[in-house]
């Protein structure tokens, strides 16, 4: 019988994680009497085209193992079509999976999976100056986000979880320096020096840094965070709040806005990352796209 779910491995994900449980959860799938065909990626540009052509071919859902990043390139290709995007999830991070109700390990969200239901989610649309679109599921921003989010992936990959974001944080705050952030959203146009402004979808990213701690995946809208200039005991102070309720109302250096639009231009350009991944820089425009991408969840029985 013809496969009707394709699974698509990055097998360094989590530091070789994801390559190393592919057995397990092929065999915790075929246990449930799910028809799954294994495949590994070569690179993030497969995993899009294998997902759209599984897509082309009729595949019911197109799953990713590995982390937010491989989930993050499979709804790319998705994007536009029935297919459904499932996750299981075996990175360093896993906030999409955290914002989704999906079980942070990989063989526990396999094991509800043919008890899983179709949830339709809103995905985020980033359109450039040079008129160049990208999207993001998650979280995203710029400035020390953005900075932070490149450094976790190089300098301090091999940390784990969240200390790889928490060390380009503050690297990225000790050598950087607070950019001009003009933004419009919701007919309101304003200036200020800000650390960074995020945009999100989901609550969290850099591996449950609460940034958006209300955002939901499937109202419309976007969280805008605009987050001004801090010294470094502020900062500090913020860290364990962030990593636990994201409650930042005491702090008046933190803007939140929710809207379905921004626009932001900032002074320096600023790199853009969303779902930890580098989408281009500013100008740009952020914009929600209501139900866009259809994801596999648990099952609320």
């Known amino acids: 019988m013809r ?21 397990g959860i092929a ?33 019911r859902c197109v799953a990713a193992l590995g982390g937010d990043g491989a989930f993050h390139h499979v709804v790319e290709g998705l994007r536009g079509t029935e297919t459904s995007a499932g996750f299981f999830p075996a990175g360093n991070g896993n906030d999409i999976a955290r914002s989704l109700g999906i079980p942070m390990d990989a063989m526990r969200s396999a094991e509800g999976f043919a008890r899983a239901k179709v949830r339709v989610v809103d ?4 359109t450039f100056r040079d008129g160049r679109n990208a999207h993001f599921i998650g979280a995203g921003g710029m400035g020390l986000d953005a900075e932070a989010a490149h450094l976790a992936n190089t300098r301090f990959s091999k940390l784990p979880g969240v200390m790889r974001y928490l060390a380009g944080a503050l690297w990225a705050f000790s050598q950087g320096k607070p950019i ?20 999100a979808n989901g609550a969290a990213y850099g591996a449950g840094v609460r940034i958006a701690p209300d955002a939901k995946m499937d109202d419309g809208m976007l969280d805008a965070v605009i987050v001004g200039e801090l010294g470094w005991l502020r900062l500090l102070r913020a860290i364990p709040i962030v990593l636990t309720s994201g409650d930042l109302k005491n702090f008046k250096e933190v803007r939140r806005y929710r809207c379905r639009r921004v626009r932001v231009e900032t002074d320096p350009p600023a790199k853009i990352h969303g779902d930890g991944e580098l989408l281009g820089e500013t100008p740009a425009e952020f914009e929600a796209l209501p139900g866009a991408i259809r994801v596999m969840t648990p099952s609320s029985e």
């Open 3 to 23: 496969p009707d779910t394709l699974v698509i491995v990055n097998p360094a994900s989590g530091g070789g994680r994801a390559g190393r449980i592919e057995a």
């Open 27 to 59: 065999a915790c799938l075929a246990a449930q009497g799910i028809n799954a065909r294994f495949i590994q990626s070569k690179s993030s540009e497969d995993i899009c085209n294998q997902a759209a052509q599984a897509a082309a071919e009729g595949y």
């Open 123 to 126: 995905l985020v649309r980033v």
């Open 180 to 199: 001009e952030l003009r933004a419009e959203l919701n007919g309101e146009r304003w200036s200020v020096r800000a650390l960074f402004a995020a945009i």
